[in-house]
């Protein structure tokens, strides 16, 4: 199952980071993983957080373009090539990805990633028809 | 360059009394004329309870109504003409970035007396008949290059009708034709002797002697530049299309202000605020009017610019006062590349494309040319997570610019709330070219 990522349209400027942050933490949010693209003048800061749908509330109120999409989540295992196999299967259906991150997770012997692709859903019945362990939203709460 | 020091001698230097008494006949005529073939203008100065037998001479100015560039949009294309247009011969225009362009009529006469104002600035920076001068503002519409091009077919120079661009071209023509005199923008003149100094020439091996640049604002720090590169003297000269053209007032060897061809064209001050004319000296918005033009004679056109005039003698030995380098302006104007452009517009387009209204407009300058950036905040709901979406969105913004001003900026979306506001609105327009002294 694909789950869902916050997105917020920010400055490239300091502090930037910290105010989205601090934001989340006051209103009890818990960050499980975080990834910031930069250009020069903005950034997007996506994030992994157990309640994406209250964070977004929270951001809109106080003005920030912020954004909740669905994510592909899946698991490899933590050995060289387990990466490379999930790639290389998305590329043979032709999959492009758009970006993509790490998660971090206390499960021993996983990695965890998150990416965005073209198309999310197609991506998702990849995964699973090829039994790539994917990762459950329930495990984020 | 020539001995030569007047185009036109007995006026260039009459003594200020004269040219009074000179511009007060004509105005009583001028005000005749328009009032009786203008119906725009005629309506102007009846709902302000003028009649041309009022005006006694340019002590009576002041009563006549003024005209606004939105009065000459709205007469567009022909409502301000004052002759019949089988009488004319030819049309320029404004570039039209605001809207509706302004058209200029001209018959022979005004043809002539036009291209009498840009030979008295060749003649002022030193041209004569043996000189080359190679004008490389552009030709067409623009009154930039057939301005200068019949000035120095009236001072007999060689004339180089190269226009604008073409750069290399420009330089083989300036090499290989020797010519003496640039006309062109400051902005241009600078480009052509930073590209002379790339390919190896030195100031000397350039033939160049002096240069009339204009239709563009530029600092004396730009002079500096443009003369060491290419070895040269620069001149500024003024003009404007609703006038005339280029030469209106040109700087002579002096270099110290632009003499506004007062047999032609009667300058005031005003308070922008008011309209309530300000005595010479002061400075303030600068208004013309036409002394003896036959198709499109404009009375007291506001320029927008804000200036000073100066009536103390000049060394060159003209009488005709001159105007300083104009400090700003009295509206919201700018001018980037050459192009007049209006905050407004860039507003227009965000509104026309679903953009929020936060924007900031920031000027620069660069290698001698301006660059233009335009930072929009995206609205909320405009983000969609995506860095691919967002570049096509700038770039879908910067072409319907392009299509409404002429100019292509550089656009930026930023997120909500970052554009610096002072009393809740943002300031629009941050210039850091310091193209005024």
Known sequence: MAIKQLSVFVENKQGSLHDITDALAKANIDLRSMCVADTSNYGIVRIIANDPDKAKELLDKDGHAANVRLVNAFAVPDQPGGLAKVLSLLEGHGVNIDYMYALITSEEGKAYSVMRTGNTEETDKILIENGIELLDESKLH | MGNRKYFNEAIETMPVEEIKKLQSEKLVKQVAHVYNNVPYYRDLMDKKGVKPEDIHGIEDLYKLPFIEKSDLRESYPNGMLAVPLADCVRIQSTSGTTGKRVIAYYTQH???????????????????REDVVQVSYGYGLFTGGPGLNGGSHKVGCLTLPMSSGNTERQLQFMMDMQA??????????????????EQ??????????????????????????????????????????????PGVAFECSAQGGMHINEDHFLAEIINPETGEPLPEGAKGELVFTCLDKEAFPVLRYRTRDICVLNREPCSCGRTHVRMAKPMGRSDDMMIIRGVNVFPSQIEAVLLAEGFSENYQIKLGRVNNSDTFDVYVELKPEQFDDSVKNITAMEKSLANAMRNMIGIGPAVHLVPPKTIARSEGKAKRVVDERNLHD
């Not at chain 2, 030979?119 to 004569?128: E, H, I």
């Not at chain 2, 003496?180 to 100094?197: D, F, I, M, N, R």
């Not at chain 2, 004396?220 to 006038?243: C, F, P, V």
Request: with cysteine; proline share 5%.
């Open chain 2, 110 to 128: 005004d043809i002539d007396l036009w291209e009498e104002c840009c030979a008295r600035a060749l003649v002022a920076v030193g041209a004569d």
């Open chain 2, 180 to 197: 003496t005199v640039l006309c062109c923008t400051p902005s241009y003149a600078a480009y052509l002797g930073e590209s002379l100094k």
């Open chain 2, 200 to 245: 190896g020439y030195t100031p000397d091996q350039i033939p160049l002697k002096a240069g009339i640049f204009g239709a563009e604002p530029w600092t004396q720090e730009m002079r500096r530049n443009i003369e060491q590169t290419l070895g040269i003297k620069a001149y500024d000269i003024y003009g404007l299309t609703e006038i005339s053209g």
